[in-house]
């Protein structure tokens, strides 16, 4: 069954505003985006990063929440500058509306630069060969790309290495020669989720050492930034002019075995409705493979959503699926499109909405508990959500 994709704004949605809900829902699963959640995350990043600025990062369709709606309230909850993976995702901003200052940092050989710059869009070079692309796309067009230059610093994926001197004394002369500027001079860290991990304290020297490079060269970035949600939460010293929060906006935790100082709101909530209800024997194997068996008589419900939704496997002792408070078993294998719950004595019934993610407020587990239980990471959980099938709901207070 394919379900048409869509989005709804919902204003003023209050919680109890059941009605009002239905009625904007014609579909059996979809996502709900707090924007509301959002924006109080933003603040609390603004806060803590200031007076270093906050780019919020909008890749992956917001990690699931919706780019669009997403970098809005980001906006208007303080965030000063987005950023996206590739270039589609930020042209999709740019139709959207979407003003603000926006970085792109991948692209390729032949990637349409010019366009790029002619949207505003700013980029990332983490080379000599895709400067002089960036450059070349722009030359004799009246444009003049804004670059943010990429250093290795000990992740070993994008970014300039040992062509580090190479890449700055290059972007020097092309600023000479007007085609383009360099507003930003930036890294990625590998493991700032672990406290005191040793390589985030080689990275930042690394990375203090690339700058004064750059700076000898005679380039004067406005923007210094290398830390991501877990650095800046924990790591003040590294948050330079500014920070690039992904999933800490999302209200999921950024660190692995601690909770960060300050409270974040998780944002998404997945819900569906049972579509049918049956009774059935001890006994009885359900799913694929015959993986789970009914202990006693109980009744099972059937869910529409499944792998293809993002919903993995967890091992049958989780309760992961809210029911108004209560906490739900998976029957047996999760399908492509849809699952069993096991929901005993429950008094549910077609057409009730149970929440299979969210904030744990109707017994059902968050993305966090969902990874831990499924062993993908919280950035797989989340991005897993995607739109490919379920609705999207935006819902704002
Ligand atoms: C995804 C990403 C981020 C955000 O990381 P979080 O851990 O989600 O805060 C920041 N910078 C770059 C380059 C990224 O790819």
Not at 291 to 311: C, F, H, K, N, Q
Request: glycine fraction near 10%.
């Amino acid at each position: 069954m394919q379900q048409k994709v869509w989005t709804v704004q919902v204003e003023s949605l209050d919680q109890d505003g059941a009605n009002g809900h239905e009625a904007v829902t014609p579909t059996l699963a979809w996502r709900e985006t707090d924007l509301t959640a959002v924006r109080h995350n933003v603040r609390v990043l603004t806060a803590a990063s200031a007076p270093a600025h906050l780019m919020v990062v909008v890749k992956a369709d917001a990690y699931s929440h919706g780019a669009v709606e997403v970098a809005r309230a980001a906006l208007e909850a303080g965030a000063s500058h987005l950023g996206v993976a590739t270039l589609p995702e930020a042209f999709e901003l740019r139709h959207a509306g979407v003003r603000a200052p926006l970085l792109a940092w991948l692209a390729g050989p032949s990637a349409p630069y010019a366009d790029a710059v002619a949207r505003d869009v700013e980029l990332a070079a983490y080379g000599c060969r895709q400067l002089d692309e960036i450059a070349d796309a722009v030359r004799g067009r009246g444009l003049m790309a804004r670059l943010h230059l990429k250093v290795e610093t000990g992740m070993w994926r994008g970014g300039a290495a040992g062509e580090w001197p190479a890449l700055v004394a290059r972007a020097r002369a092309l600023e000479d020669e007007g085609v383009v500027q360099v507003i930003g001079v930036w890294s990625h860290l590998a493991c700032a989720d672990v406290a005191e991990h040793p390589a985030t304290e080689e990275q930042r020297r690394a990375f203090v050492d690339a700058v004064q490079v750059a700076a000898a060269a005679g380039l004067r970035p406005r923007l210094r930034h290398l830390a991501n949600s877990a650095a800046t939460l924990t790591r003040p010293d590294m948050h330079f002019d500014m920070v690039r929060c992904g999933l800490a906006v999302y209200g999921v935790n950024p660190l692995t075995g601690a909770r960060p100082r300050v409270e974040l709101k998780p944002a998404v909530t997945v819900k569906a409705r049972v579509t049918h209800v049956k009774e059935a024997p001890p006994g009885a194997a359900v799913s694929y493979g015959h993986t789970y068996r009914t202990s006693e008589p109980t009744r099972l419900a059937l869910v529409p959503m499944g792998y293809a939704d993002g919903i993995p496997a967890v091992p049958p002792t989780a309760r992961p699926v809210g029911y108004r408070g209560s906490s739900v078993r998976i029957a047996g294998r999760v399908c492509m499109d849809q699952l069993v719950l096991d929901v005993g004595d429950l008094p549910i019934a077609p057409g009730d909405t149970v929440t299979l993610l969210g904030t744990g407020g109707d017994g059902e587990h968050t993305a966090e508990q969902w990874a831990a239980l499924s062993g993908r990471s919280q950035y797989e959980m989340l991005t897993g959500l995607a739109r490919r099938r379920v609705g999207a709901v935006h819902l704002c207070q």
